[in-house]
């Protein structure tokens, strides 16, 4: 059956699997559900679900004598005001189900979300520790020190100057606010400054690695700098920076 064929049905899957709706909606209902193996098999998850809200408490039955007072006290003509409270009940049972489920399926993303980042993370990390292997290990490799202003952070440079990547390793390098991010920028001899990469320092150990990304061989430039950014860079530095390292 088909998709729109369905939608009046589904909207009371839930209701009826409460026992929320009235004889002639149950009528149509079930009939709708003789032939259509969707709807069946929506409605088994619902009933399993207000099988489940029902079990989570423990039932208690109140006493005899309680039950046969109030029962004598409640005349015929209360019995339609009786009705009326038990469906209010069932259909404010049916919202409570769909606010679990809401809950549940936001919960959900949240966890690919923060698995989605991890992943991404940890494929950053490792491009580029497989970078620095690579230039490590081309002959005439240099090192040289990163001294930094921020306290207990320091680091090296890897380079060849015939390569255009190059790889900083720094340590104990501050966590940034969310709004921000650290970006890297080439120098040239006249002090044009163009951008080579963003990068945020590690959660996972006391050292960073981030790649330098270049058009050109890192020969061509006089030195590396770091600066921190609004998140998504700049065009170009609007803070001074906290590393500069001339190659």
Not at 73 to 97: C, D, E, H, I, N
Not at 164 to 171: D, E, F, R
Not at 225 to 237: A, R
Request: charged share 15%.
């Amino acid at each position: 059956m088909s998709r729109e064929n369905c939608l009046p049905y589904q909207e009371n899957l839930i209701a009826y699997s409460l026992g929320a709706l009235d004889a002639e909606e149950i009528a149509a209902l079930e009939s709708h559900l003789k032939t259509c193996t969707d709807c069946q098999t929506e409605l088994l998850d619902y009933q399993q679900i207000a099988a489940g809200l029902v079990l989570a408490v423990p039932r208690r039955l109140p006493p005899s004598s309680l039950r046969q007072k109030l029962a004598g006290r409640l005349p015929s003509a209360q019995k339609r005001t009786s009705s009326l409270f038990a469906l209010s009940f069932k259909q404010f049972a049916a919202g409570a189900v769909l606010a679990v489920l809401l809950g549940l399926n936001i919960f959900s993303a949240l966890q690919i979300q923060n698995l989605n980042k991890q992943q991404k993370a940890l494929a950053e990390r490792l491009s580029a520790e497989q970078k620095t292997i690579a230039i490590l290990s081309q002959p005439g490799t240099q090192i040289l020190s990163v001294n930094t202003d921020l306290t207990d952070t320091r680091g090296s440079i890897l380079f060849h100057k015939d390569m255009a990547t190059a790889v900083l390793i720094l340590w104990n390098l501050p966590e940034l606010e969310a709004s921000q991010t650290y970006q890297i920028w080439l120098i040239d001899s006249n002090g044009e400054k163009i951008s080579s990469g963003l990068f945020l320092s590690s959660t996972e150990s006391d050292y960073t690695t981030a790649s330098v990304q270049s058009a050109f061989p890192i020969g061509q430039f006089a030195a590396v700098g770091i600066t921190v950014e609004p998140s998504g860079g700049s065009q170009q530095p609007t803070s001074s920076p906290i590393v500069v390292v001339e190659l």
